[in-house]
């Protein structure tokens, strides 16, 4: 079982950047590598669907949504067990509960059926 630890959310006026970290605690090696998941960020609006943000893969090959392409970039460190989303020009519409997400599965994955374990949530929330 993976247990994953989101932050990095917060309150921000619109223009202005946050950065979100999802670690997996422990870090226990004879339990996991987290270079054999492929990870991803998801959000939740108010009254809306929980929508893919970004994705990387096993491999580091990134997927951006068109809302943030541009805007908001995805990383991973292997070394430290975790996923990265810096996010900058925020807006409003960016407002959400931002959620990490690890599969195992092998390439680039950005359907929330396909992620197996997750994380509590952050929330972001940008002000006009």
């Known amino acids: 079982q993976v247990h994953l630890e989101e932050s990095g959310g917060g309150l921000v006026q619109a223009g202005g950047s946050l950065r979100l970290s999802c670690v997996a605690p422990g870090r226990p090696l004879e339990t996991y590598n987290t270079d054999h998941y492929g990870m991803a960020w998801f959000r939740q609006a108010p009254g809306k669907e929980r929508e893919i943000v970004a994705a990387?893969?096993?491999?580091?090959?990134?997927y951006h949504a068109d809302a943030v392409k541009g805007r908001f970039t995805i990383s991973r460190d292997n070394s430290e067990y975790a996923v990265y989303l810096q996010m900058h020009s925020l807006t409003p519409d960016d407002t959400g509960v931002y959620y990490c997400a690890f599969t195992a599965l092998w390439g680039l994955r950005t359907a929330q059926r396909e992620y197996d374990y997750w994380g509590q949530g952050t929330q972001v929330t940008v002000s006009s």
């Open positions: 990387i893969s096993r491999t580091g090959i990134p």
